[in-house]
């Protein structure tokens, strides 16, 4: 995690814990003047709502305007993690385990950075995913983005 994630997430995880949701995660993603930053917000009982995002990006909006840790322009984004959730923590791909995933390396991992497959769990630090009967242990830390695949059946 890189530093400017990590200082969002120290300073954006309270706010939204202190609402009573989970905090998923969050992308920041610096696109030269203008910017983009992406919370995720999770609540296992009751779903995430509309409201319940135009609440939390009120409350994220007001701590932003305040710390200012974002020098640039930039749009905040609130958002439920959906089906096809995004994986940010080991944590969370151990909670997966047994569901679809693609992942996709910053760089090649045995000739390859795009993996789609089953999420077998963790060990250590890397990610257990069974690609065409091929069990493929990924470092956790060379993970640029890894989804879950929705099944609809």
């Not at 305007?65 to 089906?83: A, K, N, R, W």
Request: charged share 30%; glycine share 8%; proline share 4%.
């Amino acid at each position: 995690m890189s530093a400017k994630l990590k200082q969002l997430e120290d300073l954006l995880r309270p706010v939204v814990e202190g609402m009573g949701y989970t905090f998923w995660g969050l992308e920041f993603r610096s696109q030269g003047h203008h910017s983009l930053l992406r919370v995720f917000i999770d609540d296992a009982q009751n779903g995430i709502t509309i409201d319940d995002c135009e609440k939390v990006s009120r409350q994220i909006s007001g701590v932003m305007d305040v710390e200012d840790p974002i020098q640039t322009e930039y749009t905040l984004e609130v958002s439920s993690p959906g089906m096809d959730r995004p994986l940010f923590r080991l944590e969370q791909y151990q909670d997966f385990a047994g569901h679809q995933v693609q992942v996709r390396l910053r760089m090649a991992f045995e000739g390859r950075r795009k993996f789609q497959g089953v999420l077998k769990g963790v060990e250590g630090e890397d990610v257990v995913v069974v690609v065409d009967d091929h069990e493929y242990l990924l470092p956790f830390d060379s993970i640029e983005r890894a989804n879950i695949v929705p099944v609809f059946e």
